[in-house]
T-cell receptor
Framework: KAGVTQTPRYLIKTRGQQVTLSCSPI?????VSWYQQTPGQGLQFLFE???????NKGNFPGRFSGRQFSNSRSEMNVSTLELGDSALYLC?????????????FGNGTRLTVT | SQKIEQNSEALNIQEGKTATLTCNYT??????LQWYRQDPGRGPVFLLL?????KEKRKERLKVTFDTTLKQSLFHITASQPADSATYLC?????????FGAGTRLTVKP
């Protein structure tokens, strides 16, 4: 079974621009979660989607948004980029059916904002 | 506010010894607790899950304990090897909401 795939792997953007990151979950997984990882803050939860609906949301500003498609693939968008948005963005998929399903992570998109 | 604290940012031990990592939490009532391993430049990889009604779980050289009274989990790696060097993250799950600690970077020296 193919793992979680995130594209692109690296991205360099300028302040004020917007960016879209993509995540393809493991086949059959209906839940996709997004996390931001920085050296100072660790893994911070952004949001979780299940069957195209946002089910949980972390404490991030509205500039961070996401969506999930009918094939469970997900995208997250960050608008009006700030220097502090530089981070590793990780996507994780799971069965998401309410039990303690482990998260399966991709290797992330490294976003650098200059 | 809710907090998950992994007490040591970094832990250095000698090969063959037991590594013990700590995860404490406040203002949570997690139904499950998980441990993950993360290598540089990679996403975290799931290692073990323990339920709130379980005291201890083992998998090969790994052992996890979960004390809901102390609000603490301990993660042990016995007979540690240099290949165990990585960052280890604890994660609390409650109602589809998974939150992570900051991680402990373990270095096992030969």
């Amino acid at each position: 079974k193919a793992g979680v795939t995130q594209t692109p792997r690296y991205l360099i953007k300028t302040r004020g621009q917007q960016v879209t990151l993509s995540c393809s979950p493991i086949s059959g997984h209906r839940s996709v979660s997004w996390y931001q990882q920085t050296p100072g803050q660790g893994l911070q939860f952004l949001f979780e989607y299940f069957s195209e609906t946002q089910r949980n949301k972390g404490n991030f500003p509205g500039r961070f948004s996401g969506r999930q498609f009918s094939n469970s693939r997900s995208e997250m968008n960050v608008s009006t980029l700030e220097l502090g948005d530089s981070a590793l963005y990780l996507c994780a998929s799971s069965a998401g059916t309410g039990g303690p399903s482990p998260l399966h992570f991709g290797n992330g998109t490294r976003l650098t904002v200059t | 506010s809710q907090k998950i604290e992994q007490n040591s940012e970094a832990l250095n031990i000698q090969e063959g010894k037991t590594a013990t990592l700590t995860c404490n939490y406040t203002n949570y009532s997690p139904a499950y607790l998980q441990w993950y391993r993360q290598d540089p430049g990679r996403g975290p990889v799931f290692l073990l899950l323990i339920r709130e009604n379980e005291k201890e779980k083992r998998k090969e050289r790994l052992k996890v304990t979960f004390d809901t009274t102390l609000k603490q989990s301990l993660f042990h790696i016995t007979a540690s090897q240099p290949a165990d060097s990585a960052t280890y993250l604890c994660a609390l799950l409650n109602n589809n909401d998974m939150r992570f600690g900051a991680g402990t970077r373990l270095t096992v020296k030969p």
